[in-house]
């Protein structure tokens, strides 16, 4: 068996790597981060860093039906939305998500970033929803290196009682 040698990403690699992420389905959201488990060669689980700035949230409010998630704060204040309840978090919190989840969203009230990591499983697919768009659900493929989202919702032509000749 060939061993794969392990990854050390210095502090400014991680920095030189990060990016700025938006989610589309909330106009709040938006935080600089750089993915740590991909850049040191890790396929099956997920972690990240992420650098929240005051005023911003993460993501939109939304829960994953199989996938798990969970976030420790490193420096920073937060607040984190879950099930429709306000959590003070600070530095050493940690909140996890088991799947299927309860809806959540990261938030900072507070006048400096919030900075945290986040992490997960990485499957190929996932349904997601989103409960301040109406319930909106969507599909997750990862596919190359990225996530398609496909929306789900009533079928245009709904099967019927079983009584169709």
Known sequence: ???KPATILRSSEIEARARWYTQGLNPRSRFRGTELASSGG???SGVSIAF???GKDSFAYHAH???EEWMYVVRGRAVALVDGVEHDLGPGDFIAFP??????LLCNRGNEDA???MGGERTDADV???PHRGFER???RHEEGRAAFYRLGTPEFPFGDGDET
């Open 1 to 3: 068996m060939d061993r």
């Open 42 to 44: 890790l396929e099956r």
């Open 52 to 54: 929240l700035p005051p």
């Open 65 to 67: 039906d199989s996938q």
């Open 99 to 104: 799947a299927p989840q309860v809806p959540h």
């Open 115 to 117: 900075v945290y990591l």
């Open 128 to 130: 997601i929803t989103f």
């Open 138 to 140: 969507y599909l997750v």
